[in-house]
């Protein structure tokens, strides 16, 4: 079992910025492929940024060159630094760590969520 918690959330000023944190316990984070996804009420939930075990990342394109993700294995723990936040980025950010076990099957494990607020 993996237990992930986020912080970082908050509330912050248009073009501020904002480094979000994936802490993980229970497991070793470096078995695990991390995406972080944000969901506003009433919204799809988007697939914002993944890191692969091997450090690999992809982005996606609303948030190209505003968002970058990383991780500390050694701190078991996923990143996602946030810069030039716009209006239209608050929702509620969560992290999800995945494996395939033996026989191929994925694995999910999620966190609970932080809340990015961008308002003037």
């Known amino acids: 079992q993996v237990q992930l918690v986020e912080s970082g959330g908050g509330w912050v000023q248009p073009g501020g910025s904002l480094r979000l944190s994936c802490e993980a316990s229970?497991?070793?984070?470096?078995?695990?492929?991390v995406n972080w996804y944000r969901q506003d009420p009433g919204k799809q939930r988007e697939l914002v940024a993944s890191?692969?075990?091997?450090?690999?990342?992809s982005i996606a394109a609303s948030v190209q060159g505003r968002c970058t993700i990383s991780r500390d294995n050694a701190k078991n723990t996923a990143y996602l630094q946030m810069n030039s936040l716009k209006p239209e980025y608050t929702a509620v950010y969560s992290c999800?760590?995945?494996?395939?076990?033996?026989?191929?099957?994925?694995?999910?494990?999620w966190g609970q969520g932080t809340q990015v607020t961008v308002s003037s």
């Open positions: 999800n760590a995945w494996r395939l076990d033996g026989s191929n099957s994925r694995i999910d494990y």
């Open positions: 890191i692969s075990r091997f450090g690999s990342t």
């Open positions: 229970g497991s070793t984070l470096s078995m695990y492929a």
